[in-house]
């Protein structure tokens, strides 16, 4: 038994959709498979812009709609005989027609709540499983659509809930249990205990898979996407990237998190728990094994097993010489950023405890600094905290191995490689699993010092 799921560069249009059908198709004549399928590509991105511009009144939510009407009615035109290809967008219209509801509702109140978005969000997995699904059974293989969110169940932080795997495992268990022919499972979506819709994240659809495995315990979670496997770095970044035949959990885990988005970061969960083995394929490349991301695998006899990066990040830099030997000024800098929902993505402070700085994203740096300049505001007066400085346009990247443990001269090697390629190092961080050195660039410097790095670990004889 497998779970295969594909992303939405896989299903994004009919001519992709009968392609990834005929690979799903062929692995159940081996095996039972269940299918999980996100929206189709670039349609979460349109549904966020569709709720921003409802929320401040913009008509331009309403073209977005018929653009997504205008792509559903061209696949289902390309996929169903004209009697077949009636009933669909009857269904699919009521879908949308419920969409462009909530969307006016939102241009009205001119309010979109997280939970709102959350709701918006999902019509992009449940119109176009319901597609695939109905594809599927008119092509001669049975299948039925599933809503993830009659067995998924979350907490309600909504954009990035968290699972309840108590809860979930034996609610998908039962579902599937019942389901007649394959199972097409909506991927990101889930709900809350009270029923309310939430999403897992963006790129969730991954997750959702690997949760489904680790329920029916599954032999293996396969990731469909349109690269051969993970790469050594991003290729598209790095052109010598090269495919990575397996990685350990906790690397994948790692390059996940630092922004390879080959695979959502909590993927690796589920997978740790029922010791299954994930694999990506890539569905313009079948025949290709593609990446083994399992406990225990090996990244290659390289020091490192790969790099990874996040742009649109900024550095907050607290200063003064009153916070030395002070303790608990870090306890409340993080629990003023907890509460104000600031992500930090990366810390590091001098040993001198002169300076702590830390790592978000930019679009949530004036916040973070709001909420530290509330918290920190005595220390401010008093001059025991010099400064609280903002450094917008940065870059974070992440080399990650393994192999980099009780590996004496990695630091060496990386800053000297990032010297000679002339790349300003504005902040370092290295985990205490020595698994991962993180540090932080301006972001005009990226390809070069990704490629620098690359080339210093990966690409020169060892
Ligand atoms: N280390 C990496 N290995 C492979 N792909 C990567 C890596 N880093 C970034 N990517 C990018 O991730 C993309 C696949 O992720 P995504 O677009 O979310 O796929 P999907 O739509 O299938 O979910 C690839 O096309 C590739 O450009
Ligand atoms: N559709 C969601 C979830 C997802 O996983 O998408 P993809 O598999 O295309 O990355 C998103 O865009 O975030």
């Not at 939102?106 to 709102?116: A, D, H, I, Y």
């Not at 990247?397 to 000297?416: D, H």
């Not at 690359?454 to 060892?462: I, P, S």
Request: glycine content about 8%.
């Amino acid at each position: 038994m497998k779970v295969m799921k594909f992303g939405g560069s896989s299903v994004k249009d009919a001519e992709k959709i009968q392609h990834v059908s005929d690979i799903a198709r062929r692995a159940a004549s081996s095996e039972p498979v269940v299918l999980v399928f996100s929206a189709m590509k670039g349609i979460t991105d349109m549904l966020i812009d569709a709720a921003t511009s409802a929320e401040k009144g913009d008509p331009a939510y309403r073209r977005l709609v018929e653009e997504i009407k205008t792509r559903q009615k061209e696949a289902i035109a390309a996929l169903f005989g004209n009697d077949t290809a009636k009933t669909i967008e009857k269904e699919i219209g009521t879908l949308l027609d419920e969409l462009s509801d909530i969307l006016h509702g939102v241009e009205l109140v001119r309010e979109c709540s997280v939970r709102t978005m959350d709701m918006i969000m999902s019509f992009g997995e449940r119109i176009n499983c319901r597609l695939i699904a109905s594809y599927l059974s008119a092509s001669g293989t049975p299948a039925q659509y599933v809503d993830a969110r009659s067995m998924i169940v979350t907490d309600s932080s909504h954009g990035n809930a968290k699972v309840d795997f108590e809860a979930s495992y034996p609610l998908i268990r039962q579902t599937l249990s019942k389901v007649e022919g394959i199972a097409v499972v909506t991927g990101f979506i889930a709900r809350t205990e009270k029923g309310v819709t939430t999403t897992l994240g963006r790129n969730g659809s991954d997750y959702t898979a690997s949760l489904v495995g680790a329920a029916i315990d599954a032999d293996r979670v396969e990731i469909w996407t349109d690269v051969d496997g993970v790469l050594s770095a991003d290729p598209r970044l790095v052109p010598t990237a090269f495919v990575l035949p397996e990685i350990s959990l906790e690397d994948a885990m790692e390059l996940s998190y630092f922004g390879a988005e080959v695979i959502h970061p909590y993927t690796m969960l589920p997978a740790v728990d029922k010791n299954i083995s994930i694999y990506i394929k890539n569905t313009l490349n079948p025949d290709v094994p593609g990446t083994r991301i399992a406990a225990g695998a090996k990244g290659g006899s390289a020091p490192i097993t790969g790099i990874a990066s996040i742009e649109n990040v900024a550095l907050i830099n607290i200063e003064g010489g009153g916070m030395l030997g002070h303790p608990g000024v870090a306890s409340r800098v993080f629990s003023a950023l907890a509460h104000a929902k600031v992500n930090i993505i990366m810390i590091s402070q001098a040993s001198s405890e002169h300076s702590i700085c830390m790592v978000c994203r930019e679009k949530e740096a004036a916040l973070a600094v709001a909420a530290l300049k509330t918290e920190l505001a005595e220390e401010l007066r008093y001059r025991m905290i010099q400064s609280i400085e903002l450094v917008n346009e940065l870059e974070i990247i992440a080399v990650v191995g393994e192999n980099m443990r009780g590996t004496p001269g990695i630091s060496g090697r990386l800053f000297s490689a990032l010297g000679r390629a002339n790349i300003n190092v504005l902040a370092i961080a290295q985990g205490s699993s020595e698994r991962n050195i993180s540090f932080v660039i301006h972001q005009e410097s990226r390809s070069a010092a990704l490629n620098a790095v690359h080339k210093a670990f990966l690409e020169e004889v060892q």
